[in-house]
């Protein structure tokens, strides 16, 4: 069984550009979380996902930031016109679909280090 | 609003030795408290994953413990290895999503 798996795992953008991350959470995982850890710091929550709907994204900045997790494929995290302050590594987590949120282990992927220039 | 503290920042120990880590956070209302281990350009590894009614989880060398009247938790490690040098991060399980601390980053001295 597969874990779950994050594309690219690095990216590189200059301001401006925009930026996709995707994320296959583990087989059988209906429950996709996504999670920011800025140089030097935590991990900070960012949005929780089921398919097609948007459960929490109450740590997700309000402007350029977007997420989904459609019916079929990955779920995607979306930056627009990115700042050097987004760089960051993004990290994915799922969940199997029993309680979701933060009731129950999360398996993380190996991130996705963006890094604007 | 969770915080969730983690002291000490860094650790250094030599071979063999035993070590605590710390975690600390002010709202007891928490689902459960995760330990992961993060290697440098990877990602989390969960250890270990106590519930909220539960006081400690033993895996191997490693042994956590919670107490949520006093917003405590500590990792220990027994009998440190060169290879548990990584950055050791405490979770708690809120509503939707995992509160993290900052880390302890261990080295262990060969």
């Known amino acids: 069984n597969a874990g779950v798996m994050q594309n690219p795992r690095h990216l590189v953008r200059r301001r401006g550009q925009e930026a996709r991350l995707r994320c296959s959470p583990m087989?059988?995982?209906?429950?996709v979380y996504w999670y920011r850890q800025l140089p030097e710091e935590g991990l900070k929550f960012m949005v929780y996902l089921q398919k097609e709907n948007i459960i929490d994204e109450s740590g997700m900045p309000k402007e350029r930031f977007s997420a989904e997790f459609p019916k079929e494929g990955p779920s995607i995290l979306r930056i627009q016109q990115v700042v050097r302050g987004d760089s960051a590594a993004y990290f994915c987590a799922s969940s199997p679909y029993t309680s979701g949120g933060g009731k129950e282990t999360q398996y993380f992927g190996p991130g996705t280090r963006l890094l604007v220039l | 609003k969770q915080e969730v503290t983690q002291i000490p920042a860094a650790l250094s120990v030599p071979e063999g030795e035993n070590l605590v880590l710390n975690c600390s956070f002010t709202d007891s209302a928490i689902y459960n408290l995760q330990w992961f281990r993060q290697d440098p350009g990877k990602g989390l590894t969960s250890l270990l994953l106590?519930?909220?009614?539960?006081r400690e989880q033993t895996s191997g060398r490693l042994n956590a413990s919670l107490d949520k009247s006093s917003g405590r938790s500590t990792l220990y490690i027994a009998a440190s290895q060169p290879g548990d040098s990584a950055t050791y991060l405490c979770?708690?399980?809120?509503?939707?999503?995992?509160?993290f601390g900052t880390g302890t980053r261990l080295t262990v001295i060969p």
């Open positions: 087989k059988g995982h209906s429950h």
């Open positions: 979770a708690l399980g809120g509503a939707n999503n995992l509160f």
């Open positions: 106590i519930q909220s009614s539960q």
